[in-house]
């Protein structure tokens, strides 16, 4: 029942009362009725209309009541609040608006919360930017970045945390507004305690019908990643320096000390011709020893020259047929009649530096030809394809090597056996495993001592050009 029915009913009832008192009256004036008779009858009539009226009255009030009481719940931030009035009159139509306006706020509230977490969570520096680029709200990794409290930030100018003699400031701020973002561009802060900062930045300009709304910057301190860059540069300077050392060690070793070998090679060849018929057993015996020392330091420079120049000295990269290529080295290495080196199965074409991939192939099968000391010597050389990786290798049935030789032998001048018993500079395996890890690959050694050894190398697929069978 509507307030407006009420009313008009309880205004009904004060109108019956009077028409009653009226209608009475002549009544009684009629029928010779006593005024104490009258008396009672009014009074009947009056209860009834008084209860009637107190009772429409009374559910209005309680309803206006509640309303109230809800309202002012409502008004302290309790948005679960829900009023109670079941009435379908124009009290309980506005208690369902209320409570379908308290649910709005409450997912308001929520999204709102939510999205609070997220810029709270966010690891990088996050501000918001009015059309006039003051702050309105930051995050607390830019509070902790710039070392600022979060009220003091709130309404300060945004290029006051921007350096001075920064072109960020002036350039890529307007181009900023002008684009609309800007992407990744770095910059430098200035810290409440007058520290440089530098950040990389992001931004958006936030926009309505054509309206600047704002601005949503994202920064992320740099500071560390500048402090690497700069150690890198350091680094590289301090490696160009030590390869111009390389490579002045390399002409020194090139010319100042083969030169006298080959002065002191001349004259034992001299003296051993030319003085044969004066030189008893023995002195051709040092003779000879000497002008193998001299072979032997000749053999060691160049093996220093040819270590040094891997990574140092580039070739252009060609697509090689490992198949001709090791077909080349074997011819070149020309072994014995009793040692048999074969291809398993056809190898790749790969792109790399010819000499290099080749000073890989010679080495190995020059190592296992030398060592090989079984009558009849087999040496075996395969591919396989492992993931993203060629793998090759060479494996022999030669006098194999100690485990605790593995990691020894890839050294630079380590040998196995001393030189007089096996002529040797102790550098191939360290140029062979050089060459693989500058190519990204890796290189070691699979053995057993009487049964031979297969040594492995592998170079990534992103590297070759497949031809051959998997």
């Known amino acids: ?65 509640k309303l109230k009481e809800g309202t002012e719940i409502i008004g302290n ?24 306006m308290t649910e709005n706020l409450q997912k308001i509230t929520i999204s709102r919360n939510y999205s609070d977490s997220i810029i709270r969570s966010i690891i990088g520096g996050l501000i918001v930017l009015s059309p ?20 003091e930030l709130i309404g300060m100018s945004f290029d006051k945390i921007l350096a001075k003699d920064s072109n960020f400031k002036f350039v890529e701020m307007n181009g900023l507004i002008d684009r609309g973002f800007i992407k990744n561009t770095e910059g430098t802060f200035l810290s409440k305690d007058g520290k440089y900062i530098p950040v990389l930045f992001s931004g958006s300009v936030m ?66 011709t030319d003085y044969a018929d004066k030189i008893d057993e023995e002195g051709r015996k040092q003779i000879h020893l000497l002008i193998g020392r001299v072979h032997r330091m000749n053999a060691l420079i160049e093996g220093i020259l040819q270590y040094s120049r891997v990574g140092r000295i580039k070739e252009e990269k060609i697509e090689v047929d ?36 080749e000073q890989v192939f010679q080495n190995l099968l020059n190592n296992a030809v030398k060592y090989m000391n079984k009558p009849e010597g087999k040496i075996k050389i395969s591919c396989r394809k492992e993931g993203e990786y060629w ?40 140029i062979v495993k050089k060459i693989v890890e500058m190519y990204g690959g890796k290189v070691w050694v699979e053995s057993k001592v009487g049964c031979g050894s297969t040594f492995f190398f592998t170079l990534p697929d992103g590297k070759t050009i497949d031809n051959a069978g998997t």
């Not at 931030?77 to 409570?99: P, R, T, V, W």
């Not at 077909?327 to 790969?350: A, C, F, G, Q, R």
């Open 132 to 151: 006039e680029r003051y702050i309105k709200n930051v995050n607390a990794a830019i509070c902790e970045m710039l070392g600022y409290m979060e009220e």
């Open 77 to 100: 931030g309790n948005l679960e609040y829900k009023i109670n009035i079941k009435s379908k009159d124009e009290l309980g139509q506005l208690a369902l608006s209320f409570n379908k």
């Open 207 to 272: 926009r309505d019908c054509d309206t600047n709304r704002g601005i949503v910057c994202v920064a992320l301190d740099i500071t560390e990643r500048k402090q690497r860059e700069a150690k890198q540069v350091q680094l590289l300077n301090e490696l160009e320096s030590v390869n111009q050392e390389l490579k002045d060690f390399a002409y020194i070793v090139s010319h100042d000390l083969r030169a006298p070998l080959r002065a002191i090679s001349s004259l034992a060849n001299w003296i051993s």
């Open 1 to 65: 029942m509507s307030i407006n029915v009420r009313l008009q009913i309880v205004l009904f009832l004060i109108s019956s009362i009077l028409l009653s008192i009226t209608g009475s009256l002549v009544w009684c004036y009629l029928n010779e009725i006593q005024p104490g008779q009258f008396v009672q009858i009014l009074a009947v009539i009056s209860l009834v209309v008084i209860f009637l009226s107190h009772g429409l009255l009374r559910s209005t009030r309680m309803s206006i009541y």
């Open 322 to 357: 490992l198949s001709n290529l090791v077909k080349s080295v074997i011819d070149l290495i020309n072994p014995p009649k009793n040692i048999e080196i074969y291809v398993e199965n056809k190898l790749p074409t790969i792109l790399c530096e010819i000499t290099r991939v």
């Open 391 to 430: 793998e090759f290798s060479v494996a022999d049935n030669g006098p194999g090597i100690e485990e605790k030789y593995f990691e020894k032998i890839f050294q630079i001048f380590q040998t196995l056996k001393p030189r007089d018993e096996v002529e040797s500079t102790g550098i191939g395996l360290s």
